[in-house]
């Protein structure tokens, strides 16, 4: 389990290395691996990017990302200044791998049946192919869910998130009620689920996000990681998805990215037919989709049944 | 009212007062002993509600989790109680208030019983909506951080006025009744002697006191019935405001008020009958009685099958995509059953059986009351659940079931201690104060104890 872990870290280290450029931070990291003897050597040997653009192998205990060490408590009241978030999903993309549950459940510390970003099946006509939707909460701009909320605990901010104050939400289930497209969950007690997410809430400092614990009989849902975001990191269903399907970024800045892939949003949006879910619901959403067209995968049904596990009283 | 001013020779005023003491007689016998029925009655409604109490506890123990509710039908049986229990109490407004300003006088003698079923139904609305909360502990939230944009706290508003509204406007037809019990029951403990002298605030039928308790009860009176309409109203809002197919009605407004008075009717025709034949009362609460009940259960059934039409075959008839499969699941599906059975025996079969006069007894008028009273909350269920399980997009990859709604007991034994807790409160009225306003009736049949206390008090 712990080694898996690591060779994740590493992976995704590398993923954003090659995403941000990164030139300072591994400068700084080799230059502290180099000068310090401190380091406790792992024996793994990671190949890092310098700044003179060499390939070289350095301890793998010697590298960090210097902002993901500690968790920080971003207000969860505020939006991060200056941006404002928004997502497009490549519906071309998704294979239906679900690894963007994995990487959810583990960055929030939640276990199933907990789903944030969920997977459906959809098929818009019978003569038109099936597909798969990749869903989670649309932040949107017109918020059905934060207008009905009568104790403010649920508000958008300024960066465009949708976010949820936990403690202050009365558990009441409006917001739920309200949101067209079922994007909310709620924390219905004292289950082996909660029950991880308190045993698991200081663990991991990199996977941190901003509701390590969502309270017991309050509503929760996908965050946008912001926390994740201010540091540097993606969004951990961004950057668990094997195919690249989810873009997430800033539009202020008009881009885009997977971890591999960068893109202009406006122009992304333009070439290749963005649009939003259910547009005649006046929601606004800030999650786009691109149509399911020249796909790279042909549509498999599931032969699985995922999910089916209730919740179990401790 | 509309009786003409009579002389009041002192045989008139010799047969009056012997009217008004057989009448007060009668109404006190009641508050005497209780029977072996009546303690078994409440033995009965205490048993359920500590069930209920000891399933909240769990509830609160391990959070919502007791319950048959999840992440698609998060709103279920709570909450159809809750507007049901809302609905129940609008019929206050109606019998003690809509019909104090016309000019019949028939309802004098169920005034009371009104309105006590609308405060116990409004009080437990009020509770069992904390119940179905996530977070009861904070439930001050609502007042230290109140969002007025949210329909939730227009509910929050109106139902409290609503209960003060209504708990006034039965305490006040009381205080003749309390001070009339402070005076004439001696071999009580001390306790009910203090709680008669307190509560009569010291009333002893002066001119100026009967002046300004008519004007306050007038006043009242119309306070309540923009209230009435608003409590239903904002509550089918809770709804309405919503994008959900199957909520997003523009009729949700008047077809919740036309189901309420239907279905606070129904309650109020069978606390008529119990009451009746418990406490003797056939002299007080006639046939006429029922058979003007069954007639407004006519009307009102009617008006509600409007609403109906409008609600349900408008949109069946377009069959918009996200509203079929809602309506699709009432009319022929998970659901059918229910729906029918709330369409015809609820609102449809009684309708036509209380046309016939015949049919109008009192026996009849309660046994038709009784599934108009429980299609009325199945009927809020169907309001509530099927639209939480048919949302846009499917629901896939959850366990089974999640897929359906089921209580569970807890939810079960909840909802029944509630509607325990408010029989308990109708009882226990009823075992301290006379459930018949003995002046208003009284006065209907052209007795002014106005007049009376005048007189006594000139004679001294």
């Known amino acids: 389990m712990e080694k898996e872990d690591d060779k994740s870290d590493r992976r995704k280290f590398l993923k954003l290395g090659a995403l941000a450029g990164g030139v300072v931070l591994l400068g700084t990291a080799i230059g502290k691996a180099v000068s310090s003897g401190e380091t406790k050597e792992t024996g793994e040997k990671v190949k890092v990017l310098t700044t003179d653009g060499k390939v070289v192998e350095v301890n793998s205990s010697a590298i960090s990302h210097p902002a993901s060490n500690q968790p920080v408590h971003l207000p969860v009241r505020e939006g991060i200044s200056g941006k404002k978030f928004v997502r497009v999903i490549d519906l071309a993309r998704c294979g239906n791998a679900r690894k963007c549950i994995e990487g959810c459940q583990k960055s929030h510390n939640v276990i199933a049946p907990v789903e944030y970003i969920k997977v459906k099946k959809m098929q818009e006509t019978e003569d038109s192919s099936p597909f798969w939707l990749p869903q989670m909460c649309f932040h949107c701009d017109n918020p059905p869910c934060t207008k009905v909320c009568p104790v403010d605990a649920t508000f958008k901010r300024s960066d465009g998130i949708v976010a949820i104050d936990s403690d202050r939400c009365i558990g009441c289930r409006f917001c739920m009620a309200a949101c067209p497209y079922s994007a909310r969950v709620f924390n219905w007690g004292t289950t082996v689920q909660s029950k991880y997410t308190t045993d698991h809430q200081d663990t991991i400092p990199e996977n941190y996000c901003p509701t390590p614990q969502i309270p017991v009989g309050t509503v929760s849902k996908c965050d946008f990681c912001p926390d994740r975001v201010s540091k540097g990191i993606l969004p951990a269903c961004v950057m668990s998805c094997p195919n690249g399907t989810i873009f997430h970024g800033d539009q202020n800045e008009d881009t885009v990215t997977n971890g591999e892939d960068t893109f202009r949003l406006s122009e992304l949006l333009k070439n290749r037919g963005g649009y939003r879910l259910m547009e005649d619901l006046g929601t606004e959403p800030r999650v786009y989709y691109l149509p399911p067209v020249n796909r790279n995968f042909p549509f498999e049904e599931d032969s699985e049944k995922h999910n089916t596990e209730d919740y179990k009283i401790i | ?460």
Not at chain 2, 68 to 83: H, N, P
Request: one cysteine or more; glycine letters at 6%; proline letters at 5%.
């Open chain 2, 1 to 460: 009212m509309n009786q003409e001013h009579q002389i009041l020779t002192p045989e008139l005023i010799e047969k009056q007062s012997i009217r008004r003491e057989e009448m007060r007689a009668d109404l006190l016998r009641p508050l005497d002993k209780l029977g072996m029925l009546g303690k078994l009655w409440i033995a009965f409604l205490l048993i359920i509600f500590l069930i209920g109490c000891y399933a909240y506890y769990l509830q609160l123990k391990h959070g919502l989790i007791e319950t048959g509710l999840r992440d698609y039908a998060s709103w279920g049986l709570y909450i159809s109680t809750f507007v049901f229990l809302v609905a129940v109490s609008l019929v206050g407004a109606l019998i003690s208030s809509i019909l104090r300003f016309t000019h019949f006088t028939w309802n004098r003698p169920i005034m009371r019983i009104s309105e006590i079923v609308a405060v116990a139904g409004v009080i437990w609305a009020g509770l069992i909506i904390i119940i179905d909360m996530g977070r009861p502990d904070r439930v001050l939230n609502l007042f230290i951080h109140p969002r007025l944009q949210s329909p939730i706290l227009w509910d929050v508003v109106v139902v409290s006025t609503y209960l003060v509204t209504s708990v006034l406007l039965l305490y006040l037809p009381l205080l003749p009744g309390i001070a009339f019990l402070r005076d004439r029951l001696v071999k009580i403990p001390k306790w009910q002697k203090w709680m008669y002298k307190f509560l009569s605030l010291g009333w002893n039928g002066t001119q100026e006191q009967w002046t300004i308790l008519k004007r306050g009860i007038r006043l009242l009176a119309i306070i309540i019935i923009p209230l009435a309409l608003s409590i239903h109203t904002v509550t089918s809002w809770l709804f309405a405001m919503t994008l959900r197919p199957g909520w997003d009605s523009t009729n949700f407004g008047p077809y919740f008020v036309a189901g309420a008075f239907l279905a606070g009717t129904a309650g109020v025709i069978l606390a008529m009958y119990v009451f009746r034949k418990a406490y003797h009362l056939e002299k007080y609460i006639t046939e006429v009685h029922f058979d003007n009940m069954g007639k407004l259960l006519v009307l009102l059934a009617f008006i509600y099958a409007y609403f109906n039409v409008n609600e349900y075959f408008v949109p069946y008839y377009k069959m918009k995509g996200a509203e079929a499969a809602v309506l699709n699941d009432l009319f022929s599906g998970n659901f059918a059953g229910l729906y029918w059975s709330a369409q015809i025996f609820g609102m449809f079969l009684p309708a036509v059986f209380l046309m016939f006069k015949k049919m109008r007894t009192p026996g009849f008028v309660t046994l038709i009351a009784v599934p108009v009273l429980i299609f009325a909350w199945v009927k809020r269920f169907l309001i509530v659940t099927p639209t939480l399980l048919h949302p846009y997009l499917p629901i896939q990859n959850v366990p089974e079931s999640w897929k359906n709604y089921f209580p569970s007991w807890v939810e079960i034994s909840i909802v029944s201690a509630s509607f325990a807790g408010v029989l308990l409160i109708i009882t226990i009225f009823s075992r301290f104060f006379p459930i018949i306003s003995i002046w208003e009736t009284l006065e209907n049949e052209g007795i002014e104890l106005e007049d009376l206390d005048k007189l006594k008090k000139e004679n001294v």
